[in-house]
C-alpha cells in the first residue's frame, strides 16, 4: 500500500513507520519538524526512516491548505495515518492558537484530502484525554466524552466529530484512536518518564503532582505502533445493528469506529517512580505538588473492542517498558 504517515519524525509516528517498512509497505513520512521540544530528537528519529526501501519524505505542516492540497494531487495514497498534531495537555494553556492550527485546521486539510482523492482508511490519533471528567473506570469507547479538562483534549474530541461528519456525508472509513499515556524509548522529552530520568540521574528534583495520587494506564509504545497497523489494515464498515435511539458514540451507522489503545494495567504514579529508581539505580528526590490545571487524577482503558476488532491488546509490562527506556536513554545521551 502506499500510506501518507503524518507526525513520521514523532515518537509514535517513527515506530509505526518502521513497522509498516518491515512488511514492504511505501511509506510517505510528512512532519513541520517544529522546534516544540528538541528538534535534534526528531532528526534522529528521521534518520533511522531515511534510506530505507519504500520511504519518502517532505517537510511540511498540516495546517498548510495549499501544500496539503497540493500534496493530495500529486501523491495518491491507499491509506492515511494522521498522527501529526500540536501535543501537550500543559502546553495547550499557554499556546492555544496552535492547538488550533494544527489540530483543527490540520485535520481538515487531511479530510478533505482523503475526501476528494479516494483514500480507503483514515486512521487518525485521538487521545485519552477526551474522558475528562469522567470518573467512571475504566474508560470506555461507548462512555459520553463531553467534557474535557483541556483545549488539547477538546481538539481531540473536535477531532472524532469532524470525522464521523466525513465518515457519514462521504462515506470516508475512519478510525480514531484513543492513546493511553504512551512511553518508551524516542519519547518525548515533556512526559513524565523521560522528564524523571533525566533529573533522577543528574541527581535533581522531580515535581510529583496531585501529591503522587495520580493513576496512569502508561502504554508502551511498541504495543501503540502494533495497535495502530492492526487497526490500519481492519476499515470500518457501517454497523447495521446501530441503535439511534441507544446511540453508542463508540460506533456508527457511518463507517467510523473509535478505539482505546491502552495497558489497561493502570500504574500508581510512586510506583512508576520506583521503576524509574530501579532501573538507573538512583533514589528521586521527590517535591510534592498540587494537581495542574487540565490535568486528571486517573485513566484507564478498557480495550475490548479493540481486541474484538483487530484481535490485538497491548501487554507490556510497567517494569519491562521503563528498563528499556532507561537503557535507551543511557546510550542515547550518553549517561
Known sequence: MAILLTGAAGFIGSHVAQLLLDRGEQVFGLDNLNAYYDPRLKQDRLARL???EGFSFVQMDVADRTGMAALFERQ??????????????????????AYIDSNIVGFTNILEGCRHHGVRHLVYASSSSVYGGNVAMPFS????????????????KANELMAHTYSHLFGLPTTGLRFFTVYGP?????????????????????QVFNHG????????????????????????????DYDRQAADP??????????????????????????????????????????????????????????????FQPDTP???GVGRFVAWYRDYYRV
Open 76 to 97: 495518491r495514497f491507499d491509506r492515511v495515518l494522521h498522527l501529526a498534531a500540536q501535543a501537550g495537555v500543559r502546553h495547550s494553556l499557554v499556546d492555544p492558537h
Open 318 to 320: 510497567i517494569d519491562v
Open 141 to 156: 469507547e461507548s462512555h459520553g466524552v463531553d467534557h474535557p479538562a483541556s483545549l488539547y483534549a477538546a481538539t481531540k
Open 250 to 311: 463508540a460506533t456508527s451507522w457511518a463507517p467510523y469506529r473509535v478505539f482505546n489503545i491502552g495497558n489497561h494495567q493502570p500504574v500508581q504514579l510512586l510506583d512508576f517512580i520506583a521503576a524509574i529508581e530501579r532501573h538507573t539505580g538512583k533514589t528521586a528526590i521527590r517535591e510534592l505538588r498540587e494537581l495542574q490545571p487540565g490535568d486528571v487524577p486517573a485513566t484507564h482503558a478498557d480495550v475490548a473492542k479493540l481486541r474484538d476488532w483487530t484481535g
Open 186 to 206: 524516542w519519547g518525548r522529552p515533556d512526559m513524565a518518564l523521560f522528564l524523571f530520568t533525566r533529573a533522577i540521574l543528574a541527581g535533581e528534583p522531580i
Open 213 to 240: 495520587r495520580m493513576v496512569r494506564d502508561f502504554t508502551y509504545i511498541d504495543d501503540i505502533a502494533a495497535g495502530v497497523v492492526h487497526t490500519l489494515d481492519r476499515p470500518p464498515q457501517p454497523d447495521p
Open 50 to 52: 531515511q534510506g530505507r
